[in-house]
């Protein structure tokens, strides 16, 4: 595994798992599973693929629990089936945490700077480090993060590196041009703030939720609420700071050519792209449970530092604010649509395979799930076997690669529910039901992580021929009844598991919707071969999905489905406007 990163462990873990013997090159050994950016875990769709990874025996999950400082459940005002379980890690012990899941795995961990590779272009036979050393392998998994070709910017300063303080990986770079093609993108991260030099009493406290979850079937403790969070709001003078000083941002000067995060904007691209809003909100985010300093997330910027303080200061609260470290932006390399396929192997290749941000997605949870899938293939593909791919239809780990592999990305790539057509299936109580399959042929569910699984699997099934019974059957299915309120109606239940009869008791409470979703989806897929209508702009797809449209010209909607920006929701409203139009065949 070449990377340290959040791919490169779980990557790790899934090939030792798998029955390899697992090596981990990392340029920064005492900064594995580093979380660069806000040190926070899971959301809507993202939580669920922490579930995911739990559920093929990944280290994520317990690792978000072990080292909660807040947690939410996001959605929790709407129905079961779109809740986002979602934590505020600690950084400094999350790390700590993945060392201590790598070093009681047996895994070997060797310092180094990976410039090339030996052997190829088909099959390759070590990797070959800068100080002239070879570490020898049967597969390999490229896990480079935003370390590949990585340059750092922030006001008129540009330097190497993958983060502030790391390397850059520019031989590496250099080397896989030769080979494959790759495409710049771009990310950046907020200000951090010593959070005693904020006025916190001015500020609204983000609510918690003192709930009982866990992410990981394998943890003893859930997830801690320990620590508060804020919110604030930036306002006209936040603005003006980024207008007076536009010509100064790398981002706005053009001094940056990578595309960046839709969906996680730097705070002057808010601020040009939407002049008409005054106001945006920020989260003030702890970062440690040891460290004075805050998190400013919303507030990503690569301004220059007299123009960061001023944005800060501006905001009620944040007078006299100091900042322990700048906001700053990164551009990197990643590799282009069709250089990978679904098993995550390298076009051309017999034993490279690549994960997390190097394929072009944004995000922790991302860079985890598909550095399992490429670690568990690599193994395979190591010790004989065949690899495997994940089935859009059971997981978003599905979903992404599918979307990775048959659509592209054009931006940085962040799941998303309404990027499944199945949402309403893929939710976080069942991921460990969905998952289990795919882990059992990928090899990576063994020993006692595979009893777990399937003991809940057990319990679920007690659980749900419980739930049969006509009246509790009937009352289950109404939105209003909780899993005491049956439990009290049914002592059997309270002596399941506690998480399986509520994953059984979401599983009725759905199962009508779902199948109705399944079918208006394959009724809607009859109708992909119409034109795509000439008043698409009006049907109410996302703007993101107008654009895609606009650029890519599709003649049918089986087509506009083909592009990057066109989510499976987008496709829901477009087959109905095209079908209310009356588009013929
Ligand atoms: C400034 C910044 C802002 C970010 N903002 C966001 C955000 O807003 N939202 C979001 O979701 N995500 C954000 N991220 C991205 C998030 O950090 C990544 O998605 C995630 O860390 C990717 O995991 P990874 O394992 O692919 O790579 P990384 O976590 O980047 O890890 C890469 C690893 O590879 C190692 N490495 C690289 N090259 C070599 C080599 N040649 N030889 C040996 N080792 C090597 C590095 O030392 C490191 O251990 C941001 C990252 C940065 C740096």
Redesign the pocket.
Known sequence: M???????VEAALAAKRAGASAVL????PD????????PALGGVAKGTLIREIDALGGAMAAGADETSLQFRMLNMRKGPAVWGPRVQADSLCYPLFMRKMLDRSGIRIVK????ALRGGPDFFTGAELSDGGIVPGDAFVL??????GGVLFMGGEKWPG???G??S?RL?DSYLKTMFHVERFK???SPRVVTGTIRTDALEIQDDHDVRYRFSLDSKEGVRSLKKCHLARTNRRTAEAVRENAGRSPLIGKRIGGVG?RY?PSFEDKVMKFPERHSHPIHIEPVSETSRLSYINGL?TSMPQDVQYRMLRSIDGFEKAEIAAFG???EYSRLAWGEFGATLMLRGTDNLFA????LG????E??GAL?LLAGANAARVALGFSAETPDRRSSYLGVMVDDLVAKGIDEPY?LFSSRAENRLHLRQDNAHLRMNSLGVKLGVLRGTRLSGVQRFEEQYEKAGLLLSEPLLNSLCRRPEITRECLEARCSALRELDEEAVQAAIIHEKYKGYVRRQDRRYLAARQHWNRPVPAGFRKSGISFEAVQAIEAGNPETLEEAFGLPGVKAADMEVLTIYAMAQGCST
């Open positions: 070449i990377g340290g990163g959040h791919a490169g090159v990392t340029a920064e900064a594995i599973s580093l979380m660069p950016c806000n180094g700077l990976v410039v896990a480079t993060g935003t370390y590949l993958g983060r502030y790391g390397l990986s590496l990310t950046g991260t995060p996680c990503s700053y932006a990164v994960a997390g941000q190097i997605t944004s995000g922790y991302e860079a550095g962040r």
